[in-house]
């Protein structure tokens, strides 16, 4: 008998993350640091195990390092499997070409070989940007029912926003007659979430299709769907009405970090029902000292607290010194601020040294937007950062 899954996951992770800056100059956008405890790739993958998919291939391309090593053998998302689990599926060099991923629609293709050993009856295709949580094998059901050739998540967006997305227009039944790429004058609120279930056979068929296309931009948004929808197929919308943040900006980052906050947060990653898994770093609990001040925050183990900390994420192993402020930030893991120094409305990435007196960013009143300062750098003592600065090297007294 062939062993077989009913579902494989096709997780797309080599994104540059160019709108994040500073942020991902060295690592991939999935492994961007979130909420303290997690990085963002762990919010898929958990999706995945908590939906019963256990297969995903994982396809990486720019700066793939600390993700490979963060996802390891995937035990922290139980997918250690034998047959199955997940797998890092990066660029390679085949006997007649080698190609880095062209687009969407490439990087799957080259990866046909990889979906055709499990046989599977569908396959997911999921971004490695997004936080939410969502039970994928609901959607997968809803598509064999409705006898689809390839079903589309869908979130209601404010029309204000809706020419920033891939926009669907559907009858009543939910059926896709039209699909409109960042249309000017969308003509309904519909948005594309970016996830997407394939029959495997209708998927393999449109992508050597594709592949053969010399004009083709290798795009599932610009090109493939497109194509199967003129071509007859039966395209259908999965609406989903959860929590759903795209964290390609600096600005969504900030704003899916903050959601995490108070006693009713907009989104709840501590919810036990649906659990989001972590590959968490060992460290002894957060130490919170004598005249210290913590206010609507999450504080993370490893943390020393010797300031005020107020609606900020501290990753773990963030030390606050005496005198220092962090207000309304987010302080990825291994960073030290020093006496005195004040941080407000900024995103410190990891290992990063604020020096006594410093400050960085500035109060949202004044409207400058997130400071960021990037992994590894130095804010020496006294330098000002202010408000909307990207900050990717060292900084000494004086400059700004």
């Not at 062209?102 to 293709?109: E, L």
């Not at 209601?156 to 409109?180: C, H, K, M, Q």
């Not at 400071?371 to 909307?388: L, S, T």
Request: with cysteine; hydrophobic share 35%.
């Amino acid at each position: 008998m062939i062993r077989k899954k009913k579902c494989v996951a096709m997780l797309l992770a080599g994104g540059q993350g160019s709108r994040l800056y500073a942020l991902t100059t060295n690592i991939a956008k999935p492994a961007v640091s979130f909420g303290g405890k997690y990085r963002i790739i762990d919010f898929p993958l958990s999706n995945c195990i908590n939906s019963g998919i256990d297969t995903v291939g994982v396809l990486t391309q720019y700066q793939p390092l600390i993700l490979n090593n963060y996802i390891g053998n995937g035990q922290p998302w139980d997918m250690d499997r034998n047959f199955g689990g997940v797998h890092i599926l990066p660029p390679y060099q085949g006997k007649n070409s080698s190609d880095w991923y062209k687009g969407t629609a490439n990087a799957i293709y080259q990866n046909l070989r990889f979906i055709k050993q499990y046989n599977p009856d569908y396959v997911l295709i999921l971004s490695g940007d997004h936080i939410y949580k969502m039970n994928y094998s609901l959607m997968v059901n809803f598509h064999k029912l409705s006898g689809a050739d390839c079903t589309i998540a869908a979130i209601d967006v404010p029309i204000e926003e809706a020419s920033r997305f891939g926009i669907l227009n559907t009858r009543e039944d939910g059926s896709i007659y039209e699909f409109e790429e960042k249309p000017k004058k969308p003509k309904s609120t519909l948005a594309s979430m970016g996830i997407y279930v394939f029959s495997t056979d209708k998927l393999c068929k449109y992508l050597e299709e594709d592949n053969a296309d010399a004009q083709s931009s290798n795009d599932f948004g610009k090109n493939v769907l497109p194509k199967m929808l003129n071509a007859g197929e039966k395209m259908m919308a999965y609406k989903f009405d959860g929590y759903w943040k795209d964290v390609g900006t600096i600005d969504s980052l900030f704003e899916a970090n903050m959601d995490l906050l108070g006693d009713n947060p907009k989104f709840d990653v501590g919810d036990s029902s649906w659990k989001i898994q972590s590959r968490s770093p060992l460290a002894p609990p957060q130490y919170i000292g004598e005249g210290a001040k913590t206010d609507n925050s999450i504080i993370m183990s490893g943390c020393e607290i010797f300031g005020t900390v107020e609606n900020s994420v501290l990753a773990s192993d963030v030390v606050v010194k005496k005198g220092a402020v962090v207000k309304n930030s987010i302080i990825m893991g291994d960073c030290t601020i020093e006496e005195d120094a004040v941080i407000e409305y900024s995103i410190l990435d990891e290992n990063v040294d604020i020096g006594k007196g410093a400050s960085v960013g500035c109060a949202k009143s004044e409207g400058k937007g997130i400071a960021v300062i990037g992994r590894n750098v130095k804010v020496g003592a006294g330098a000002k950062v202010e408000g909307c600065k990207i900050i990717d090297q060292d900084l000494v007294k004086g400059e700004n």
